[in-house]
């Protein structure tokens, strides 16, 4: 017993002090902070256009994170000044409705997450401009296979929007601008739809309708400004 009460004698000292650093350590600590909210960027170069500008940034980085050299005005309202955050950018320049399963592959969302989607551009490039129906109806079914499928919620689903600025000698397109228009109008009352469905519609369209030509680039792809007003019109269904 005597042993023993010396080697607590002996233990204690050192103990001690031990503890009260730790508890104050934990004091300090306080309690934790909110789970790292975690954005995936899926669609076309509306989202992935970070080679057509001299800085390389696109919309959804600077959602999460701005750019406060480039685009003051935004210090402080990105996502990472509310939270941690953090992105995972899976879209893809040229993509199509039908390549948005591939984007998807190995995806394993888990914790706090909310997905970003834009396509349907490059489709009514490749035909649906001039779609007489089925087209549409087509792309419809894929998109809402794919909403169906992903494993992230919310989805904030932007409109596809007009570089013509509704003006027909503005058209670069093979087609009659008045059924290209109309066309176009469809798409996006489907990509509304589908954002109410699975999340929030985000009307890019409507946004840029406000801009001018120096939002694009290269005719139809988003310039840096036009990056940045991208990352308005998803910052704006954020809130």
Known sequence: ????????????????????????????????GPPVLTVYSFGDSILDCGHYNPHGVHPAQLLVRNDDRLFPEFAGRDLASRRPARLV???????????LQAQMQGLRAAGESLALLTVGGNDLLRGLAADRGSGLLAFEKALESFLVRLPVRPVLVGSVYDPTFGKDENNFLAVDPRVARANLRRMNEILSAMGTRFGRAVDIHAHFMTGD????????EPSLTGASEIRRAFLAATA
């Open 213 to 220: 030509a120096s939002w694009f680039t290269r005719t139809i």
């Open 89 to 99: 950018h899976r879209a893809v320049d040229g993509a199509t409705v039908s390549g």
């Open 1 to 32: 017993m005597g042993q023993a009460r010396r080697n607590v004698a002996r233990f204690l000292p050192i103990a001690v002090p031990l503890a009260l650093s730790a508890m104050a350590r934990g004091a300090r600590a306080g309690p934790p």
